[in-house]
């Protein structure tokens, strides 16, 4: 029997590991970008949990890797406050004590490798749904678009490469729980079937085009960044949105830009409801007669209810009369709404800074609008939007490809860099193009196979004008991501129940 303190020194060893192995994993997401640490990452906490000597174990360990996750990979939330940032992390690490508990429990298992790679889909799936519409905002697949993997994102997804992730992980550390000349063979067939889906990915080409269209663009930028008032003083962001459309245009006159066929602000390209506000409706009205032509912008409207809002996204046509109107469908819990506000503002008073409860919208972000040259369909997404495969997938129908934000409050910390890290695996999965814009940074264009053509890294003002092709979507993923998703989840759960029978029926017999 082990003395008593080699016990709590394995232990302690163990904890340290499982921390190390989350901040690995952290390390691997965008703003550092070290992707081949992934891999290491889960094969360090599938290792540590085999050395658990219990399911209780397993759990204490995936709850220290998720906080060790968290704190490479959420710490941006510090800027709005330390207090929003120590609860994320703890409250997201619980589907890592479920992650370290389900691992444990699938090495009953002689196929658990693959079972355990399935765990993580599992536990995405269901951090994409739950709590409060889910927070899928640090998925495996998010973190490879750097990588040899991303060549899967047209064929299987964020979804199949984040399992590709999780196995090759899970097959490092089968190696090396028992290293065996035939465990290396086998991983070796593995990584060349992970090359072959790759492979077969790469070769999957975007839509042909029907054209291409010049698309102006303006980042506001000045924002005074960070923390809940990011956005500075009401109607800033706007003033700064008229003057950069009046920059913009003015090098439109100059021939040193091409004409664009419209222009685009970002979300909270006004922050007060124009519906509601003269002034902010006055400084709208003053861009879009410099513009000449149309233009999509975010803005907060009041409503539908008492003391509720939304976030939406409008195409002005040029005489200043709203055409079309897309309504967030992803929203912020806790950041644009409070669940259960009432009790929660009594115990955390702070939240108040939230003001109106947001309300998400039900109608897919595509918007059918009326140019000189004719008829055209808009995929927009907002933000938030992102981070959600069928909000996504459902903007694929688009002729072009929009995604707004404000990211002035997260101004300086590593959450912007995420958000492009993801709309660039988004524009992988869909072989698309994509022009962001922002309040404040990051904008830019990203390409059909997600590489950055344009971008904009800091927080002033910036315009231009990007040329895009006019094509829609039609990969493999958009169809086949959303089976893997809850076929892989459906098969992971019914192994695990395999293995609480057999761990049942071995106690009967004993």
């Given at each position: ?26 390390l691997a ?15 360090g906490?599938?290792?540590?949990v ?6 209780v ?29 120590f ?13 370290g508990l389900?691992i ?10 693959l079972?355990a ?9 269901v951090?994409?749904?739950?709590p409060f ?5 640090m998925r ?10 991303a060549?899967?994102?047209p064929?299987?997804?964020v979804?199949?490469v ?29 990584g060349?079937?992970?090359f ?21 663009w303006v980042q506001g ?40 066929a ?37 803005h907060?409207?009041?409503g ?10 409008i ?26 506000r ?11 800074y939230?003001?109106?409860?947001s ?14 040259s004719?008829?055209?369909?808009i995929?927009?997404l907002?933000?938030?939007d992102?981070?959600?495969?069928q ?7 688009g ?7 404000s ?28 022009l ?15 590489n ?6 800091d ?11 006019l094509r829609t979507?039609?990969t ?10 809850w ?11 395999t ?6 029926d071995s106690r009967?017999?004993?």
């Open positions: 029997m082990m003395p008593q303190h080699r016990k709590w020194v394995e232990r302690l060893l163990c904890s340290l590991g499982a921390l190390a192995s989350g901040a690995a994993l952290g997401f965008a703003p550092y970008g070290l992707w081949p640490v992934a891999f290491l990452g889960i094969a906490l599938t290792v540590i085999a050395k658990a000597r219990s399911l174990g397993g759990a204490l360990y995936g709850y220290l890797f998720g906080l060790g996750f968290g704190a490479l990979g959420l710490n941006w939330m510090s800027i709005i406050f330390i207090e929003a940032m609860a994320l992390i703890a409250a997201t690490s619980f589907f890592y004590l479920a992650a389900l444990k429990l699938s090495m009953r298992l002689s196929a658990w490798p079972i790679a399935g765990v993580w889909v599992g536990v995405e799936f951090m994409c749904r739950w519409g889910g927070f899928g905002w495996l697949g998010y973190a490879m678009v750097d990588s040899p993997l060549g899967g994102y064929l299987i997804g979804v199949g984040g399992f590709l992730v999780a196995l090759i992980g899970q097959v490092i550390a089968w190696i090396c729980l028992d290293f065996q000349p035939m465990r290396l063979i086998s991983a070796v067939a593995c060349l079937i992970v072959i889906l790759a492979l077969g990915g790469i070769m999957i080409q975007p839509t042909p085009a029907s054209g291409t269209m010049p698309v102006g930028g000045l924002a005074p960044g960070g923390g809940v008032y990011g956005l500075g003083v009401e109607r800033t962001i706007t003033k700064h949105e008229v003057a950069g459309t009046e920059a913009l245009m003015q090098d439109v006159a100059s021939n040193a830009l091409e004409e664009p419209f222009i685009v602000w970002p979300e909270n390209g006004t922050d007060k409801d124009p519906y509601e506000d003269p002034e902010t409706s006055a400084l709208l009205r003053q861009a879009i007669a410099v513009a000449g032509r149309p233009i999509l912008s975010g907060i409207t009041l539908p209810g008492d003391d509720e809002r939304q976030t939406v996204s195409w002005w046509s040029a005489d200043g009369v709203e055409q079309a109107r897309y309504v967030k469908r992803e929203i912020v819990p806790f950041g644009e709404f409070v669940p259960g009432e009790f929660m503002l009594k115990l955390v008073p702070k939240l108040a939230v003001g109106r409860q309300v998400p919208g039900d109608q897919i972000g595509l918007l059918d609008v009326q140019l000189d004719g008829p055209l369909k995929g927009v907002m933000c938030y992102v981070a959600f495969d909000v996504v997938y459902d903007t694929a129908p002729e072009l490809l929009v995604v707004q934000s990211n002035a409050m997260y101004q300086g910390t590593g959450q912007i860099e995420q958000q492009f890290a993801i709309t660039r695996a988004r524009a992988a999965e869909l072989r698309r193009e994509i962001v814009v922002t309040t404040s940074g990051v904008s830019g264009v990203i390409d059909a196979r997600g950055v053509t344009e971008k904009i890294v927080s002033g003002e910036h315009h231009g004008v990007a040329d895009l092709p979507s039609n493999p993923a958009l169809w086949l991501a959303p089976f893997l998703d076929a892989l989840t459906i098969l992971t759960a019914l192994s695990l129940i293995c609480i029978v057999i761990a049942i009967r017999k004993r």
